[in-house]
């Protein structure tokens, strides 16, 4: 029996196995690239070392590919052929990823809670269990899971940064900006390369509408960014947004050609269907393309990844994604497919996802659809009831913002003052300041007074 870095046993007798899998942990609450091959390096040193095989497999089922899960699966399996018994924590592991295989994320997350609270200085079980509730809008259980550990956590505990900017986000998505800011600024002091960190004040920062001090933050830190993983096209991503709701839409655009959607980069090549960067590159372009940006044909190639994803139902953000930029690319017939599929996999789903397609991703996608074809009621009928549900679909309140602009789109294409003054008033309550300031609502504004 070993001990790992913050001196939690381990099962196994190997140092360089526990080194290596200390390495990954490292590397997954870093934002790097090199988790995946420390995990391998772990099961080298010992294949009867069940924890760096289950690790391996959650990493895998976290690309939210269902055509992934056999391997995901086959690790599990090998890591219960294990000879050697494994702890509590690490069954709770392994409990884990028996649920994430079924889609069940919020089965998944109460033994990364579990963990968290008997080990608060495990920042594996902290960020995952972090990343699986975002994904499902579970964005107060988020905080409270990452503020229970603070109490253990200090400057002289190895990670100390990771932590802060994991605390920093959870707060953030809550509305405590003041102490979000504050710790997510510690970590990147601490770490300049803390990619997390850098992100948690940039959402303070869109949510403030403090836009020049936004792209001021991200583009004095990018510098740092080398080594991350594809969490650095959604730094760009955020540095794109301060641009655009600044009003300077080519900064924008050159961002989404040379860093969002850079074909020739070795993250692009390594993953090129990546969930999140999906996410991105629809939003991108669509909050462009509302503001009357001429974004050419930029559309298709994210059609044709948004074309893969028809039967996935394990991102409920990212379908809702995908719906948009089927429409967006003139693929109607696929997105109309989409929505039927994920009409049959709420019927059928009996996991946790399956109740967040029907309240808030159905709505999202069909009346982005809708305002595709310039069916401009149609989106305000379906987006009026649903938009207060929409949170289910997981996502940044920043992110699912777009969705939000396709509502109050419709309500200025239709000159609706009504609607648009009762949503302008709901945007201070989401946790938007000066919205006025915003590009993205400037004509909502202005149709109101
Ligand atoms: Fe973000």
């Known amino acids: 029996m070993q001990q790992d870095q913050r001196g939690y046993p381990v099962t196994t007798d190997d140092s360089t196995a526990v080194e290596e899998l200390d390495r990954a942990f490292n590397a997954y609450v870093g934002f790097r690239t090199d988790a995946m091959a420390h995990l391998?390096?772990?099961?080298?040193?010992?294949?009867?070392f069940a924890l760096p095989r289950i690790i391996k497999g959650t990493l895998i089922a976290g690309l939210k590919k269902p055509e992934l899960?056999?391997?995901a699966s086959g690790e599990l399996e090998a890591a219960k052929n294990c000879a050697a018994p494994v702890s509590q924590r690490e069954s709770h592991y392994m409990a884990a990823l028996e649920a994430a295989l079924v889609d069940n994320v919020t089965a998944a997350v109460t033994h990364y809670e579990q963990i968290a609270n008997d080990h608060p200085l495990d920042l594996f079980a902290l960020r995952i269990a972090q990343s699986e509730l975002f994904w499902i809008g579970e964005v107060a259980w988020m905080r409270d899971i990452s503020?229970?550990?603070?109490?253990?956590?200090?400057?002289?505990?190895s990670g100390y940064s990771s932590y802060l900017s994991i605390r920093a986000f959870g707060l953030e998505e809550n509305g405590?900006?003041?102490?979000?800011?504050?710790?997510?600024?510690e970590a990147v002091d601490r770490n300049p390369a803390d990619c997390w960190g850098a992100h948690a004040v940039a959402h303070v920062l869109i949510m403030q509408g403090r836009l020049l001090d936004g792209v001021g933050w991200l583009s004095e830190l990018s510098t740092n960014w080398s080594a991350a993983n594809h969490i650095v096209h959604h730094l760009w991503w955020h540095l794109a947004l301060f641009h655009t709701e600044?009003?300077?839409?080519?900064?924008?655009?050159?961002?989404?050609?040379?860093?969002?959607?850079?074909?020739?980069?070795?993250?692009?090549?390594?993953?090129?269907?990546?969930?999140?960067?999906i996410q991105n590159d629809t939003a991108l372009l669509q909050r462009l393309e509302l503001r009357g940006v001429d974004i050419a044909d930029r559309w298709q190639?994210?059609?044709?990844?948004?074309?893969?994803?028809?039967?996935?139902?394990?991102?409920?953000?990212?379908?809702?994604?995908?719906?948009?930029?089927?429409?967006?690319?003139?693929r109607y017939q696929e997105a109309d497919e989409m929505v039927k599929m994920m009409k049959a996999f709420v019927a059928d789903d009996t996991g946790s996802l399956g109740p967040?397609?029907?309240?808030?991703?159905?709505p999202a996608s069909e009346a982005a659809i809708a305002h595709r074809k310039q069916n401009y009621q149609q989106v305000i009928d379906i987006m009026m009831p649903a938009r207060r549900n929409l949170w289910q679909m997981g996502g940044s309140h920043a992110q699912r913002d777009l969705f939000f602009q396709l509502l109050v789109d419709a309500a200025v294409k239709l000159k609706r003052g009504e609607i648009l003054a009762l949503l302008l008033d709901e945007l201070g309550a989401i946790g938007f300041d000066h919205v006025a300031e915003r590009s993205s609502y400037a004509d909502a504004v202005a149709m109101t007074h």
């Not at 900064?251 to 990546?274: F, G, K, W």
Request: one cysteine or more; aromatic letters at 8%.
């Open 40 to 48: 391998d390096a772990a099961i080298a040193a010992d294949p009867g």
């Open 69 to 71: 899960y056999p391997l």
């Open 147 to 157: 503020e229970r550990a603070a109490p253990r956590w200090n400057p002289d505990v």
């Open 176 to 185: 405590d900006y003041a102490l979000a800011e504050k710790c997510g600024r």
């Open 246 to 277: 600044h009003g300077d839409y080519d900064s924008a655009l050159e961002l989404y050609d040379h860093r969002l959607r850079d074909l020739d980069s070795p993250l692009m090549q390594a993953i090129p269907d990546y969930y999140v960067d």
């Open 301 to 330: 190639p994210i059609g044709d990844l948004a074309q893969t994803r028809v039967g996935n139902h394990a991102s409920p953000f990212t379908s809702a994604h995908s719906a948009l930029a089927l429409a967006a690319a003139g």
């Open 356 to 362: 967040r397609y029907a309240i808030a991703v159905l």
